[in-house]
């Protein structure tokens, strides 16, 4: 398992790849927060839905970076994402600013 606590696109995304690498044997915990809330994610499969087994099991979840594309994709307004706290080069380094 990868317990992701990581502030920028570029880290999730060398995780997204690495777990893609694994074949679903590799799960992934994205955690990430903004000022006010913050969003715990758990995956590690490249599917839509949920995999169960024979069984009733669930075998397989989508990636985080499939329910939440913009934890690995730059984005426009710069402010880094899902997950970034603070704002600024403070944020990115996970420095609150009281």
Partial sequence: MVVGCVDNVEARAAIEATCLGWSGRLW????????????????????EGAEVSPLGFC????????????????????NGGIGESGSGEAGKRGIRRG
Avoid: A, F, T, Y
């Avoid at 075998?59 to 710069?78: F, M």
């Fill in 28 to 47: 992934w915990l994205d955690c990430g927060n903004h000022d006010m809330s913050g969003q715990v994610i758990l995956g590690n499969k490249d599917l």
């Fill in 59 to 78: 075998v397989g979840l989508p990636l985080p970076s499939l329910r939440e594309p913009d934890l690995v994709r730059n984005q426009e307004s710069g």
